[in-house]
Every structure is written in C-alpha cells, then in structure tokens.
C-alpha cells in the first residue's frame, strides 16, 4: 500500500496554518458513563487498512511511535492485515521456522526478523491485527497493559469459552490458540500489539513451532462455529481495546496523521543539515559493525 500525504485534509490533531503548529496529542472528548455522568477521555486514533505488506507497515508504525513520543499525535490503534508473513521476536530462532526463503516465496510468503517480544507467529489473509501505539507514561506499568491486550482478543472473538492468558500472551479457546499477543515498549510507547485468527488457512501454521509451544494448536473463530466477518471483528477489537485503554475512538487515517509526523521528519532533518555531523564524510557516519 502507498501512503501518501496527499488529501490535503486537515488533520483532527492539528491546528493552525502551519507544519510547526502541532495540536496538543490529549484531545479530551466527553462521554457519558454508565449512569450517564460526562467522563472526559482521552482521544485514540482508530486506523484502518484493507491489506499490507509486513515490512512497510513496520516502518510507519516506527514512524507514528517517534510522532507520539514526540507528542505530535494521539494513541492510536491501527487495525489491517499482512500478505502471509512469519515473524519471530528477539528471543525467537529462525528454526522454528521449518521451512527455507525459496519455498516460502513460492508460496507468496515470507520471514521478518523483528523487534517485539514473543516467538514465531504466522500473519496473513483472514487474520485481524491491531497495532496499539499506546503512551505508557505516567502509570508505566506493562503488565495491566499486555493483560488488556490479551482480555480484548478474547473478547472480541465473540467465542464462548475463550479466555485471555497474559503469561502465555494470547486467547484460547479450552488450550487452542485463537489470539496472539506480542510487544515492544520503547521511550515509554508501545508498538506491535494483537493478532486475531478470523478464518485464516490454519495449515500455514503447520510450518512452525509457534510461540515456542509445539502441542498447542491453532484455532480460528470460524473453527470455532463463530462470526468471523471482518467488519464484526474489528469494530469489536476498537470498542474492547478503547475501553480498557480508557480512550475514546476516533476513526482517521494515516493520510490526515502523516502531517504531524512529516512536520517532525522535517525538523529533524533541517536539525541534522545545520549539526556539525553532517560535515563529515559518510564514511564516519556509519553505525554498527557487519553492515
């Protein structure tokens, strides 16, 4: 999918005539309770994509971490689905993928190295993934967080039975995997987030070990004798996800959040052309070691 700044749509986060005038990210929007008393909230940014590829997505979510760290835009919850793809996290090991790049790519799929926590997972057509850019500043606290993650995937499965489980990170369904759940927390904002199985082909799955846990198996909510629509699903994961997080949702779209991080792409990089670093040759600008 290409993203593109291009409407011209004033963003709901910005204000004023100009790319350094961002709004401040805390819309507060007034809901009522249960017994009907005006709560004010905190706005999250509902996105939505049909389909895109993994390593794209990766990049903008990058992108729209640094804007909110930066304070340019709100939390946001960004819901889509990946062509097929196999992830494995920092802890997890390229062999629990059981299969080589030549034969994945034969199959329209592929393997991404990541930076989140978890094992190897499986993304796809017929999969709901929600990505949750969450500013965990002020409370800090990690574990309530990936609990309200892993309660929303249960929820919104709308399966009978299904339960959250934070220390395995994900749903299931009496010991059947149908969610799973995997993070990154960076500069206090998460990124990554939930994976839903809607009716995917289960049968790719039979190529990993997945999570790490050889004996659970995969499920879906279709398999279970559920909904799986997507629109259902979806709209479920936005209400579920915005009700722990105590945020109220607000549908946008990465053409009207682009502005604000654009803005700050170009303050960074008008900041970077005026350092003394960008005097030197390339050559001493290099990071890492084996690149």
């Known amino acids: 999918m290409a993203v593109s700044a291009g409407s011209g749509a004033m963003s709901p986060y910005w204000s004023g005539t100009s790319d350094a005038d961002p709004a401040p990210s805390h819309v507060l929007m007034s809901h009522c309770s249960g ?41 946001v919850i960004w819901l889509l689905e990946h062509d097929p793809v196999y992830t494995t996290g920092r802890h997890g090991a390229r062999t629990d993928l059981f299969t080589d790049d030549d034969a994945l790519a034969a199959r329209g799929a592929s393997f991404v190295l990541i930076d989140r926590g978890g094992l190897m997972t499986w993304h796809g057509p017929g999969q709901s993934v929600a990505y949750v850019i969450h500013d965990l500043h002020g409370s800090r606290r990690v574990r309530p967080f990936v609990t309200a993650l892993a309660e929303s995937t249960a929820d919104a499965s709308g399966i009978e039975g299904a339960v959250a489980d934070e220390a395995a990170m994900g749903a299931y369904v009496e010991g059947r995997k149908i969610g799973s759940v995997g993070i990154r927390i960076t500069g206090g904002v998460s990124m990554h987030g939930l994976a ?29 004798g559920g ?41 960074e990089s008008a900041a970077a052309h005026n350092s003394p670093l960008s005097q030197l040759p390339p050559r001493f600008l290099r990071l890492g070691g084996n690149t």
């Open 35 to 75: 017994d009907g008393r005006p709560v004010d909230m905190e706005s999250v940014a509902v996105l939505r994509t049909d389909r895109i590829d993994f390593s794209e997505s990766w990049e903008i979510q990058r992108s729209l971490v640094a804007a909110r760290q930066a304070g340019t835009i709100p939390d």
């Open 227 to 267: 909904d799986p629509a997507r629109e259902r699903v979806d709209s479920e994961l936005v209400s579920v996800l915005a009700s722990r997080l105590r945020r109220a949702p607000v549908e946008t779209s990465l053409e009207q959040l682009l502005p604000a991080i654009s803005a700050r792409s170009e303050r």
């Open 196 to 224: 839903l199985n809607r009716d995917p082909d289960l049968t790719w799955y039979q190529a990993i070990t997945a999570c790490g846990a050889p004996d659970v198996m995969p499920t879906s909510i279709a398999a279970e």
